[in-house]
């Protein structure tokens, strides 16, 4: 007997970088090139999952995500005066080396928890009493948990305006890593440290900040700054992929 799974859509054997159209063409939202740029900026587009409310896809680096958002819909009793975000991140089996065991992964829940702290602060949700706003993000390709915060707090941002959902601003994820520290006498110097930001260009305000490593503050503070001004860049290129979104279904 197979043990073949029919529930699960199995990953191709290989796979290729998509070709896209010269600059001056129509196509997926790349921002500027510009000097001092701290990470890879990400390709966007929205609008793919017709089923959906709203819906994008990203890649940045060597990070892919579907984004697809649902709502705001009614919820149950008892009744709320804010609506409620549920946000739910799964990887594909696919999305890493080694593959990865189905029901198995714990990574997912904790995942979840850090990009509703990151998104929650630029919804409206007091505008939807009664209702709720579900999101869900597919990694299809993912090696750096840092990489996969950044982009999927600017994916899931870029599904939920998309949806037509109130934000204060377009909210924008960000990485900038630091050097690794010197090593002390008899010991080894301190790992490479990564901060992942969440930011509100068009308001300058950061939502969330999460540090992995062992950097001083003052290099911290440094870190927060390039951050905030990598994610502008990054903020054109979501703009401009809702506006592109919104003139292919003639909004």
Not at 54 to 61: H, K, L, N, Q, V
Request: hydrophobic residues 40%; aromatic residues 4%; negative net charge.
């Amino acid at each position: 007997m197979s043990t073949f799974d029919r529930r699960r859509i199995q990953a191709p054997e290989s796979s290729s970088a998509p070709a896209y159209q010269q600059e001056n063409d129509a196509g997926p939202s790349r921002a500027p090139t510009a000097p001092g740029d701290i990470s890879d900026h990400p390709v966007l587009k929205t609008g793919l999952i017709n089923q959906a409310n709203g819906s994008a896809y990203i890649e940045s680096g060597s990070v892919k995500i579907a984004c697809s958002v649902y709502g705001p819909r009614p919820k149950a009793p008892p009744f709320t005066p804010r609506g409620s975000l549920n946000l739910e991140l799964k990887f594909a089996p696919f999305a890493s080396h080694p593959r990865r065991a189905p029901m198995r992964d714990t990574e997912p829940a904790a995942l979840s928890a850090l990009l509703t702290q990151l998104i929650l602060p630029s919804l409206h949700l007091h505008l939807l009493p009664k209702s709720s706003v579900d999101v869900f993000l597919m990694v299809l390709e993912s090696d750096d948990v840092s990489d996969l915060l950044g982009a999927a707090h600017t994916v899931a941002t870029a599904a939920i305006a998309d949806a037509g959902i109130a934000m204060s601003g377009l909210g924008v994820g960000t990485v900038v890593r630091g050097q690794e520290g010197e090593a002390e006498e008899g010991g080894k110097g301190a790992p490479a440290s990564s901060v992942t930001l969440g930011v509100l260009p068009a308001l300058n305000k950061v939502t969330n900040v999460w540090m992995t490593g062992v950097q001083d503050i003052d290099a911290v503070c440094d870190m927060i700054d390039q951050g905030v001004v990598s994610a502008k860049a990054t903020h054109t290129v979501l703009a401009q992929a809702l506006l592109e979104g919104a003139e292919q279904r003639g909004l």
